[in-house]
């Protein structure tokens, strides 16, 4: 990540300025907004981690740092490792996990309590791809070694997802409810 894809983050998910215009006042937009709120103070954050760790070194040991303590205050974990495209959007912060080998597409929007992970450690090679445009609901799970799951897709909340999900699809777990009559 260099610093325009930096900026271009913190413009379409932390600041709210459509209109081109000086980096001051974008700078001072971002801050102003990220003041009061949580999910878009944790963005500007998690993203400048991200940046820093690009850049290796001892700027990679910061960043580390730096998401370790993000992760404790607001109770999620989220690697900076992951490649999350701009736009990312997190509705609630709570319980949101998303691994460090995923490849995020733009535009992802991720509900409380879902995770993003992988399903067996110490393999040499993982591939979680999830393309642009994706909603992930509240309590899912995306769990795999090797996935894929195209742009415009829409998972719906407890979901659990292992295998791969074509463009453009909507995807939930049946669930039935039953009520069962009272013993007496």
């Known amino acids: 990540m260099d610093l325009q894809q930096l900026i271009e983050c913190w413009k379409c998910e932390v600041s709210n300025k459509k209109k081109p215009g000086s980096r001051i006042g974008l ?36 960043a ?27 509705a ?12 995020i597409g733009r535009n992802f929007f ?15 090679r993982y591939s979680l791809v999830i393309g642009d445009d994706v909603s992930l609901g509240a309590h899912s799970c995306i769990i795999a070694d090797e996935l894929e799951i195209g742009s415009g897709v829409t998972i719906g909340a407890m979901s659990f997802v292992n295998k791969d999900l074509p463009a453009g699809c909507t995807f939930y777990n049946v669930r039935q409810s039953q009520i069962l009559p009272a013993i007496s």
């Open 27 to 62: 700078f001072s937009n971002i801050v102003k907004r990220a003041y009061k709120s949580n999910v878009l103070r944790y963005l500007l954050q998690f993203r400048l981690a991200q940046f820093l760790y690009a850049k290796g070194g001892m700027r990679r040991r910061y």
């Open 64 to 90: 580390l740092r730096m998401q370790r303590k993000l992760n404790r205050r607001y109770a999620v974990d989220i690697s900076v490792a992951a490649q999350i495209g701009p736009g990312f959007r997190i």
């Open 110 to 124: 991720i509900r409380q309590n879902s995770t993003v992970g992988i399903k067996t450690l110490g393999l040499s």
């Open 92 to 103: 609630h912060l709570p319980g949101v996990v998303i691994t460090g080998y995923a490849t």
